[in-house]
């Protein structure tokens, strides 16, 4: 059974920054792509950023120059690195991990920008 666990989240004034862990039980290699995903209280859930097996990477018009995704294989980990946060990052965030025909989510972590 696969297990994603977020972790980073928390409270960081706009400007600031977070780093969310994504620990991933077994092997990452197994995944076509992992992303981030986000969802605002009484908004759609959206991509944030992902890395494919391949090392695409692709990332939201919105994140992008501030935010970057990184995956370190020999410790099934993926990461999100938050820069230059603002008040509109606020969400739970979401790690998930895909495969052609399914996807796997973690349970989320709050990130809020608020001074």
């Known amino acids: 059974q696969v297990r994603l666990v977020e972790s980073g989240g928390g409270l960081v004034q706009p400007g600031g920054s977070l780093r969310l862990s994504c620990a991933v039980s077994?092997?990452?290699?197994?995944?076509?792509?992992m992303g981030w995903f986000r969802q605002a209280p009484g908004e759609q859930r959206e991509l944030v950023a992902s890395i494919s097996d391949t090392g695409t990477i692709n990332y939201a018009d919105s994140v992008k120059g501030r935010f970057t995704i990184s995956a370190e294989n020999a410790k099934n980990m993926v990461y999100l690195q938050m820069n230059s946060l603002k008040t509109e990052d606020t969400a739970v965030y979401y790690c998930?991990?895909?495969?052609?025909?399914?996807?796997?989510w973690g349970q989320g972590t709050q990130v809020t920008v608020s001074s």
């Open positions: 998930r991990a895909s495969r052609p025909n399914f996807n796997y």
């Open positions: 077994g092997s990452i290699l197994r995944f076509t792509t």
